[in-house]
T-cell receptor, first 109, second 114 residues
Framework: GQNIDQPTEMTATEGAIVQINCTYQTSGFNGLFWYQQHAGEAPTFLSYNVLDGLEEKGRFSSFLSRSKGYSYLLLKELQMKDSASYLCAASDSNYQLIWGAGTKLIIKP | ETGVTQTPRHLVMGMTNKKSLKCEQHLGHNAMYWYKQSAKKPLELMFVYNFKEQTENNSVPSRFSPECPNSSHLFLHLHTLQPEDSALYLC?????????????FGEGSRLTVL
């Protein structure tokens, strides 16, 4: 079956770096998405990777290894506003999105 | 107004009630979606519409009935729901159906079924 695994919850300190991992098993692959969702708000798009490697966008970077079925989201210089849930989703051969349950990130001062 | 707007934001209903959720997108997108989000569970795709035509129905119970009168509006009609249907219902839109572009989500309608 198709599956996405990501940690349920992580805690990090303001100013530090945190890496949120995501492993996926899909029938075919057409890319990996990361979304951020603050409590009570809409999920918002962070990144899309379809080729292996690291893509950087300011404080956020996303990495993909297609051979390992693995991605991570790297957040640097953490700020309190980064406290949110981070959703990983993989697109399969039919372009269906397979979602993970999300990782709740708690930032402490 | 911009983006994707959902109303109501909160809804409490009894199992015998009939209510509707509304979604409107101001982005000129062609595809619209209904998702169910339950605590600590992955997003569940319920319905997909492309150019007003339903393209997917992921084995959703008939007590949920979608309606898409045009590419900008999407409704979810609810009747005789069960307590396990309590969840956050998210509407989303995208330019097309190729799923390589980002989804734009509304803030959701929090539904509680008593």
């Amino acid at each position: 079956g198709q599956n996405i695994d990501q940690p349920t919850e992580m805690t990090a300190t303001e100013g530090a770096i945190v890496q949120i991992n995501c492993t996926y098993q899909t029938s075919g692959f057409n890319g990996l998405f990361w979304y951020q969702q603050h409590a009570g708000e809409a999920p918002t798009f962070l990144s899309y990777n379809v080729l292996d490697g690291l893509e950087e966008k300011g404080r956020f970077s996303s990495f993909l290894s297609r051979s390992k079925g693995y991605s991570y989201l790297l957040l640097k210089e953490l700020q309190m506003k980064d406290s949110a849930s981070y959703l990983c989703a993989a697109s399969d051969s039919n372009y269906q999105l397979i979602w993970g349950a999300g990782t709740k990130l708690i930032i402490k001062p | 107004e911009t983006g994707v707007t959902q109303t109501p934001r909160h809804l409490v209903m009894g199992m015998t009630n009939k209510k509707s959720l509304k979604c409107e997108q101001h982005l000129g997108h062609n595809a619209m979606y209904w998702y169910k989000q339950s605590a600590k569970k992955p997003l569940e795709l319920m319905f997909v519409y492309n150019f007003k035509e339903q393209t997917e129905n992921n084995s959703v119970p008939s007590r949920f009935s979608p309606e898409c009168p045009n590419s900008s509006h999407l409704f979810l009609h609810l009747h005789t729901l069960q307590p396990e249907d309590s969840a956050l219902y998210l509407c989303a839109s995208s330019q097309g159906l190729d799923y390589t572009g980002e989804l734009f989500f509304g803030e959701g309608s929090r539904l509680t079924v008593l």
